[in-house]
């Protein structure tokens, strides 16, 4: 346990930073262009190459090439190296070619992704926009590659502090737009405009991969180009990656539909569509970001290992100890989204061409995601279990499964709902569909290790929603006694319901947690105590 605490604590300090800028990130967009069509148009045209890079590389990296580079590094002769170099020359040839299809591609792309009319303004500037973005994919693609292979090093630092780099250069960007550019007007927006919005994305993102690159270099990798595919293993990666692909094309479909009903809600009420949603869900993945990602990055190097030298013991006793760790923090954060959802998102949205009403619903919107989080993260620890087996295909089945469900749900309230609660409805068919493919992933990855001790994690997690209910309590007194007080939720009042219920309210959970004996809780106040007292 404390050799995974330390391990993630490297990684959530990087992520929390990242998570921090990317907050001043998000914030400083909703100031310079709002949430209304000219945000919607910039959020869809940001959303297309992560979607490109979902098909093609990141779910493959983390179920496909994280275990076979692992795998290199045990059995080839030079350890890996030029089977390293080889998916790096491979990654960085591809991803320029796609890169450039994508740019050409453009409109197509903004047809699968909105439902705008081709000819619309909204239309036009969208298109104009994902030209200038789309060809980060080349330089995030290779810079993902970098991260995974400094990953199967143990060096976690790069990959959670690069973010931070690339963050801090889109601020400047869009600090420089909001104090020259033309404003969130759609109709008055400028080639110029959408060149520096466009352009300045992409350059956060060569900053980002620039980083990741250098920090290969300092552990002693030194890219050689190598062009003997023949050696790259590409049929055995293939025949594993195929399925990672199709998970990804489940996923993206589903995402696809849920940009298209948000635009759709947007075009009928201003304000309630893809830009609410995309920063709600932002927001939404922030807890999962700092604790969760950090904990499965370090765990499926090591679950990989153990399934390859037959430890399932090990394999159960990594995954039950990570879930409980990460369930011990995203429970009462769980419940704070729920509750303080508003508060959250006043201070952050609720500026310059965003007004606090529009601020408001953005979080109503992640009130309703606070009930997908700890399903989300189970889900996601549940997937490396699958992928520790080099088994690609089980979470296509899953996700598949999963994805009809939430496309099912998000059709079913998108019709039943007004269109002013259209995008609550959306994160709603999100949280009740994860949280049954939670159940069924569960199932399936237990009869795969001989059991995942789920009663053990239940009644951990029993006790660790009975140790926050005081916490979710403080946090509801707070929100009624300052809008009964100082009525509705302005920047200041939003600041204070914050201290009182987040950060009190977390000071509480800690409190009555350490006296339940919840031991995950006493591992991590244990260790936060002993750095305090250096």
């Given at each position: 346990?404390?050799?995974?605490?330390?391990?993630?604590?490297?990684?959530?300090?990087?992520?929390?930073?990242?998570?921090?800028?990317?907050?001043?990130?998000?914030?400083?967009?909703?100031?310079?262009?709002?949430?209304?069509?000219?945000?919607?148009?910039?959020?869809?045209?940001?959303?297309?190459?992560?979607?490109?890079?979902?098909?093609?590389?990141?779910?493959?990296?983390?179920?496909?090439?994280?275990?076979?580079?692992?795998?290199?590094?045990?059995?080839?002769?030079?350890?890996?190296?030029?089977?390293?170099?080889?998916?790096?020359?491979?990654?960085?040839?591809?991803?320029?070619?796609?890169?450039?299809?994508?740019?050409?591609?453009?409109?197509?792309?903004?047809?699968?992704?909105?439902?705008?009319?081709?000819?619309?303004?909204?239309?036009?500037?969208?298109?104009?926009?994902?030209?200038?973005?789309?060809?980060?994919?080349?330089?995030?693609?290779?810079?993902?590659?970098?991260?995974?292979?400094?990953?199967?090093?143990?060096?976690?630092?790069?990959?959670?502090?690069?973010?931070?780099?690339?963050?801090?250069?889109?601020?400047?960007?869009?600090?420089?737009?909001?104090?020259?550019?033309?404003?969130?007007?759609?109709?008055?927006?400028?080639?110029?405009?959408?060149?520096?919005?466009?352009?300045?994305?992409?350059?956060?993102?060569?900053?980002?991969?620039?980083?990741?690159?250098?920090?290969?270099?300092?552990?002693?990798?030194?890219?050689?180009?190598?062009?003997?595919?023949?050696?790259?293993?590409?049929?055995?990666?293939?025949?594993?990656?195929?399925?990672?692909?199709?998970?990804?094309?489940?996923?993206?479909?589903?995402?696809?539909?849920?940009?298209?009903?948000?635009?759709?809600?947007?075009?009928?009420?201003?304000?309630?569509?893809?830009?609410?949603?995309?920063?709600?869900?932002?927001?939404?993945?922030?807890?999962?970001?700092?604790?969760?990602?950090?904990?499965?990055?370090?765990?499926?190097?090591?679950?990989?290992?153990?399934?390859?030298?037959?430890?399932?013991?090990?394999?159960?006793?990594?995954?039950?100890?990570?879930?409980?760790?990460?369930?011990?923090?995203?429970?009462?954060?769980?419940?704070?989204?729920?509750?303080?959802?508003?508060?959250?998102?006043?201070?952050?949205?609720?500026?310059?061409?965003?007004?606090?009403?529009?601020?408001?619903?953005?979080?109503?919107?992640?009130?309703?995601?606070?009930?997908?989080?700890?399903?989300f993260a189970i889900f996601q620890l549940l997937l490396r279990v699958f992928y520790s087996?080099?088994?690609?295909?089980?979470?296509?089945?899953?996700?598949?499964?999963?994805?009809?469900?939430?496309?099912?749900?998000?059709?079913?309230?998108?019709?039943?709902?007004?269109?002013?609660?259209?995008?609550?409805?959306l994160a709603l068919a999100y949280a009740v569909a994860y949280g049954l493919g939670a159940?069924?992933?569960?199932?399936?990855?237990?009869?795969?290790?001989?059991?995942?001790?789920?009663?053990?994690?239940?009644?951990?997690?029993?006790?660790?929603?009975?140790?926050?209910?005081?916490?979710?309590?403080?946090?509801?007194?707070?929100?009624?006694?300052?809008?009964?007080?100082?009525?509705g939720l302005d920047f200041l009042n939003s600041v204070i319901v914050l201290a009182i219920?987040?950060?009190?309210?977390?000071?509480?959970?800690?409190?009555?947690?350490?006296?339940?004996?919840?031991?995950?809780?006493?591992?991590?106040?244990?260790?936060?105590?002993?750095?305090?007292?250096?």
């Open positions: 346990m404390s050799r995974m605490l330390r391990a993630s604590a490297i990684m959530a300090a990087g992520t929390m930073v990242s998570r921090v800028t990317g907050f001043v990130r998000t914030m400083v967009l909703a100031y310079a262009i709002g949430t209304a069509a000219l945000g919607d148009a910039y959020n869809v045209a940001y959303a297309i190459p992560y979607g490109i890079l979902d098909l093609l590389l990141l779910g493959v990296l983390s179920s496909v090439i994280v275990p076979m580079v692992i795998r290199a590094q045990q059995h080839d002769e030079d350890g890996g190296r030029a089977y390293e170099q080889r998916l790096l020359t491979i990654a960085t040839g591809t991803l320029v070619v796609v890169a450039v299809l994508a740019v050409l591609a453009a409109p197509l792309l903004i047809d699968l992704y909105s439902d705008w009319a081709p000819g619309s303004r909204q239309y036009e500037v969208a298109v104009m926009l994902a030209r200038f973005i789309l060809p980060q994919l080349a330089f995030f693609g290779v810079g993902a590659v970098a991260g995974a292979i400094l990953n199967t090093r143990d060096r976690y630092g790069a990959p959670m502090w690069a973010p931070v780099l690339n963050n801090v250069v889109v601020i400047v960007v869009f600090l420089l737009y909001a104090a020259i550019g033309t404003g969130s007007d759609i109709s008055k927006v400028t080639n110029t405009d959408l060149a520096l919005l466009g352009l300045g994305t992409t350059a956060g993102i060569v900053a980002q991969a620039a980083v990741l690159v250098v920090a290969l270099r300092r552990v002693g990798f030194s890219f050689v180009p190598r062009f003997d595919l023949r050696n790259a293993r590409l049929g055995e990666m293939g025949k594993a990656g195929v399925w990672t692909i199709g998970y990804a094309v489940v996923t993206q479909l589903g995402f696809m539909l849920t940009v298209n009903l948000a635009s759709s809600a947007g075009d009928a009420v201003k304000g309630h569509g893809v830009s609410p949603y995309t920063l709600a869900f932002q927001l939404f993945q922030l807890p999962y970001g700092v604790i969760g990602v950090s904990v499965i990055t370090a765990m499926l190097p090591r679950m990989s290992r153990a399934v390859s030298e037959g430890r399932f013991e090990d394999v159960r006793g990594e995954f039950g100890s990570n879930v409980r760790l990460i369930c011990s923090l995203m429970v009462p954060v769980s419940l704070l989204l729920m509750v303080l959802g508003p508060a959250i998102t006043v201070p952050i949205y609720g500026h310059g061409a965003n007004s606090v009403a529009d601020a408001v619903y953005i979080g109503n919107v992640l009130q309703v995601y606070g009930l997908a989080l700890v399903p087996f080099g088994d690609t295909r089980t979470p296509v089945f899953v996700g598949a499964g999963t994805t009809a469900v939430n496309a099912v749900l998000m059709v079913l309230l998108y019709l039943v709902l007004p269109a002013a609660y259209a995008v609550m409805g159940v069924l992933a569960w199932w399936l990855a237990s009869r795969r290790v001989g059991g995942l001790g789920g009663w053990a994690v239940g009644m951990s997690m029993t006790r660790m929603y009975l140790a926050a209910l005081p916490t979710a309590v403080l946090a509801l007194a707070a929100v009624w006694l300052v809008t009964t007080v100082f009525g219920g987040g950060g009190l309210g977390m000071v509480l959970y800690l409190g009555v947690a350490h006296r339940m004996r919840i031991p995950e809780v006493n591992s991590i106040v244990g260790m936060v105590a002993r750095r305090v007292g250096r």
